[in-house]
């Protein structure tokens, strides 16, 4: 008798994932999340079982066999996890029935051989890891079947072209799980991958996404490929090459003192770059390091390590419109979202998130896993600045926050400008993508300038900049060089907050202008939701401690004078804690505050928003200075409402140095 296919899990209006469910503790509770996300998937497999085809139905760059093999291969991550660490799960036949079919050139559901550049190739690399770390997948197979998983797995992809990026650790990791169970494979390759890769390291224990010419320091770095793979690989070849593994976890060992500014107390990682879609992943290198056996750098402890990827988790179960009705993951972050997604993100892609389950090969007597949680905040300073991605890093005034320049993505991917060209990202408070090229409601400029020279329909932001980190009175500053247009120019200056201020960064642009253009510079985006009914928040209400100032008028009818405020007053808004934005320049220059009714799904976390946003016009041959103060006091345990404000009126200090350059320009 044939077993009829699972039907699955539905979710309907008041109904919660069983993700969200799971109390967080201890091994055997992420053991059981994982099942959580894996079951949901039985319904979607081929007959056959080598494809998933995941909810969505949208297309991607690549074509639908490559998708449905993304469907298969990315859960591996987690499930090959599972089993290396003793874990066990009632669909484990489902995979190795899969690459059997998948795998047999002669067979109805055959994958295909990989072409040059092809997406085969990125999925290759969760299926050699699980070849490396779960015996039974090869055990599984018949003598015949070994030899179409090699051809398939190794021989193809050894002789095609790969970009020149995080990619080949996928080569690597191809090669690597054939040799861990004596198929044939490429030593040749694999070190030559290796050595290449070794070419995108730049210090500091940072590696670059591509080669020199390319800044692009983003989650790729760590807990998506380079990382992440780097520990992997020390732990499963670490014996045959102690140097590698060595350099590896060194590498990995200074990494981490800057990469716990990413995550704040609440679990929360800073939204930053491409591919943020894969969610839970942005935790993956923390659980590498206990993976690949890497000595702590003092002060961060395992506890610590632990609470980051604990908390993280469970900040993820709080999110619960992030799932498909059929309880899969969809493309998007808080919640379904295309307009972020990048060409590449297929229905089955966000399954890359499996990355973060490394941590269940880790055994249960490592101290990951019997230490008390801990908060890493205390140890670690408030302010640092990170020379190699261009950041500078905060955790002041109840989120963490990185300021950020010079970076960008090596092609103009959809967005980019807002994923690598803002000037500051929150934890709190996510990035914006524009949903459309009209206007500033579809631009959504949350965090960023823009500037039109035709009225206001088409902006322009920053992308590409020449940047770089300096000190000035003890205190770091970025600083960048951009031209939105070839005869306009600008020089921004990025000062993180202080303790005397803590809610306040500032940003401050001289702007030489060859042409008339309007600016626009926008504050973070919050949600534009008022309690309990959710439509859109009123004027400000001291007494509800929510709304905004000056009043948030619709798309269609702009020069209602309610709706703008000189700049010196700025603009706010007041709903899961507060945003706002002031000039702190010359009233000479006259700068106008007014709230931005941002399109809908343009932000990461909230599909409602609104961004305040100052806005002027330069005439052409002017030479004008912004200075720019942003506001952010998050809602969080222990902020009570009424305080959401209480910074407002206390303004941040402009450095002497920077008056004395304003004043002198």
């Excluded at 044939?2 to 039907?7: A, L």
């Excluded at 080598?50 to 909810?55: L, N, T």
């Excluded at 626009?520 to 959710?534: H, K, L, T, W, Y």
Aim: a negative charge.
């Amino acid at each position: 008798m044939t077993n009829k296919p699972s039907t699955g899990l539905v979710l309907g209006f008041s109904s919660h994932h069983p993700f969200s469910q799971i109390p967080l503790s201890d091994r055997a509770s992420v053991q059981e999340l994982l099942r959580t996300l894996l079951d949901p998937l039985e319904p979607f497999f081929s007959p056959l079982k080598s494809r998933v085809r995941c909810p969505g139905a949208t297309a991607v760059r690549f074509d639908q066999t490559a998708s449905e093999v993304e469907g298969i291969c990315r859960p591996l991550w987690g499930l090959a996890c599972l089993l290396a660490g003793g874990g066990e799960y009632k669909g484990t036949q489902w995979w190795i029935d899969g690459i059997r079919a998948g795998t047999d050139p002669e067979g109805p559901e055959f994958w295909g051989f990989p072409r040059d550049n092809d997406q085969r190739m990125v999925e290759m690399c969760p299926l050699g890891f699980a070849l490396a770390v779960a015996p039974q997948i090869w055990g599984g197979l018949g003598e015949r079947e070994r030899g179409n998983l090699e051809g398939w797995l190794g021989n193809s992809i050894n002789e095609k072209n790969m970009p020149n990026t995080n990619w080949l650790w996928f080569r690597v990791f191809a090669n690597l799980g054939l040799k861990k169970n004596g198929g044939k494979f490429s030593q040749e390759r694999l070190d030559a991958d290796i050595e290449h890769l070794n070419t995108f390291y730049r210090g500091d224990g940072w590696s670059n996404d591509g080669p020199e010419g390319i800044h692009q320091m983003d989650y790729y770095s760590s807990s998506f490929a380079i990382h992440f793979l780097q520990l992997l690989y020390a732990n499963l070849a670490g014996e045959e090459e102690p140097e590698r593994a060595a350099e590896f976890k060194k590498r990995a060992q200074m990494a981490a003192l800057d990469l716990a500014h990413y995550y704040d107390a609440e679990g929360r990682s800073i939204p930053f770059g491409r591919s943020v879609g894969y969610r839970f992943a942005m935790v993956s290198f923390w659980g590498a390091l206990a993976y690949a056996g890497v000595e702590l750098p003092a002060p961060l402890t395992w506890g610590m390590v632990k609470g980051i990827v604990l908390r993280h988790f469970r900040w993820w179960q709080t999110q619960h419109d992030m799932w498909s009705s059929s309880g899969t993951l969809t493309i998007g972050y808080s919640y379904p979202n295309m307009y972020m997604a990048e060409n590449y993100n297929s229905p089955g892609s966000p399954y890359w998130a499996c990355l973060a389950f490394i941590c269940l090969a880790v055994p249960e007597t490592h101290p990951f896993w019997t230490s008390e949680e801990e908060d890493h905040w205390g140890v670690i300073p408030p302010v640092k600045a990170l020379k190699q991605p261009g950041h500078i890093m905060s955790n002041l005034g109840g989120h963490c926050m990185l300021l950020s320049s010079g970076q960008a993505c090596s092609y103009p991917m959809k967005g980019t400008h807002s994923k690598y060209g803002a000037f500051a990202y929150s934890s709190a408070y996510a990035y914006s993508v524009p949903p459309g090229l009209f206007t500033l409601e579809q631009y959504a400029l949350a965090s960023q300038l823009g500037l039109s020279d035709d009225g206001g329909e088409y902006w322009k932001t920053r992308r590409l900049s020449e940047s770089h980190l300096d000190t000035r009175d003890g205190s770091p500053v970025l600083v960048s060089l951009w031209s939105p247009f070839v005869d306009v120019r600008v020089k921004t200056y990025l000062l993180p907050p202080t303790d005397a201020t803590p809610n306040w960064h500032l940003r401050v642009h001289r702007i030489e202008a060859g042409r008339e253009v309007m600016t626009a510079d926008g504050s973070f985006a919050i949600s534009n939701e008022r309690v309990p009914d959710r439509r859109y928040l009123d004027p400000y209400d001291p007494v509800k401690c929510e709304g905004t100032f000056p009043k948030l008028i619709g798309n269609y009818d702009l020069n209602t004078p309610e709706a703008w405020a000189t700049g010196a007053q700025g603009a706010f808004a007041v709903s899961k804690g507060a945003v706002g934005i002031r000039a702190l320049e010359s009233d000479e220059i006259g700068r106008t505050a007014m709230l931005v009714n941002a399109d809908p799904n343009s932000n990461l976390v909230e599909s409602r928003t609104t961004i305040p946003t100052l806005q002027h016009t330069i005439k052409a041959g002017e030479t004008v200075w912004y200075v720019t103060a942003i506001y952010a006091k998050p809602s969080g345990e222990g902020v009570p409402k009424e305080t959401y404000l209480d910074g407002w009126d206390k303004l941040p200090e402009v450095p002497a140095w920077l008056k004395e350059e304003i004043g002198g320009a």
